[in-house]
């Protein structure tokens, strides 16, 4: 390929691919630590760990999840996609909103739980909540890359 | 087949990713944990493997493209400097006390390089030049 052709290609749709898996990934990523540092805290109780669940959530997840969301109605609209019927552009987007609904309460809740350790209250049932909401969340995106790849009807 | 592999090859990359974002967070000053990090030295082993072996594998499969193509070595080649980045990152960011000052910012150096070239590793998955 010339190198005219690779600079033109870096303005096709590589590049909507490109921030739309980026924010994926950074998003899957950020619930991966959040859910980890909840899981553990959950068995003991660390304050520290139940924070760094809180921040993963909102400076991770929050802000990749709109860059997911960007990349990914950017890379329909320039693939014609936006009306598709096709299962597995119904998975992506579905999941994608009903998610967002999910990161909102998981970081609100996790946001109390730090609060109640800051002034010595337990925090084991809303932090205990918050790492629910979040397996789901990484159980529903894995689902998601899933009919992303494989593409069902 | 196809999109099982690139299922699994996906699924791969994103292991490796999850371990930079953990890695991250201690390396902008989160409270060391053993546990979550081995979390993330479990994801990048795994999900290294899962990038390799997939990625090979889609690379035989499918006719359009060949393991030695360029942007295959070059991937190949980014992989392994992000393994070892990892590996020198991995030492000085666990969450030991006798851990030096000096040392701990060199791991933290190395992670970000190591972030670098992931993110040059999945420009190259996307953009496929030369292919």
Redesign the interface.
């Known amino acids: 390929m010339s190198v005219l052709a690779f600079i033109t290609r870096l303005s096709s749709w590589d590049f909507p691919l490109l921030v739309h898996v980026l924010g994926a990934m950074l998003m899957v990523g950020a619930l991966v630590l959040s859910g980890s540092a909840l899981v553990v805290a959950w068995r003991d109780g660390s304050a520290p760990l139940v924070r760094l669940g809180y921040r993963a959530l909102l400076l991770g997840v929050v802000p990749s999840w709109f860059v997911m969301r960007a990349g990914a109605e950017w890379i329909a609209s320039k693939e014609h996609l936006t009306n598709s019927k096709a299962s597995w552009i119904g998975i992506g987007f579905s999941t994608a909103d009903s998610g967002a609904l999910f990161i909102i309460i998981a970081t609100i809740l996790s946001g109390f739980a730090v609060r109640r350790l800051r002034t010595g209250e337990g925090s084991s049932g809303l932090g205990r909540a918050a790492t629910v909401l979040v397996g789901l969340l990484i159980v529903a995106y894995l689902v998601t890359l899933w009919a992303m790849a494989t593409k069902p009807l | 087949m196809y999109?099982?592999l690139?299922?699994l090859h996906?699924?791969a990359?994103?292991a490796l990713?999850?371990?930079?974002?953990?890695y991250s967070?201690f390396a902008l000053g989160?409270?060391g944990?053993s546990?979550?990090l081995a979390?993330g030295n479990v994801?990048w082993a795994v999900g290294g493997l899962g990038t390799l072996v997939f990625g090979l594998w889609l690379a035989i499969d499918l006719k359009r493209y060949q393991p030695w193509d360029g942007w295959i070595i070059a991937a190949l080649l980014l992989w392994a400097a992000a393994t070892e980045l990892g590996r020198r990152a991995e030492v000085g960011l666990k969450p030991a006390a006798d851990v030096a000052e000096a040392e701990r910012a060199r791991a933290v150096m190395f992670h970000w390089l190591r972030s670098l070239t992931v993110?040059a590793l999945?420009?190259v998955m996307?953009?496929k030049?030369?292919?």
């Open positions: 999109h099982t690139l299922f996906l699924l990359a994103f990713v999850s371990t930079v974002v953990i967070a989160a409270a944990d546990r979550v979390v994801l993110l999945l420009v996307i953009y030049p030369g292919a």
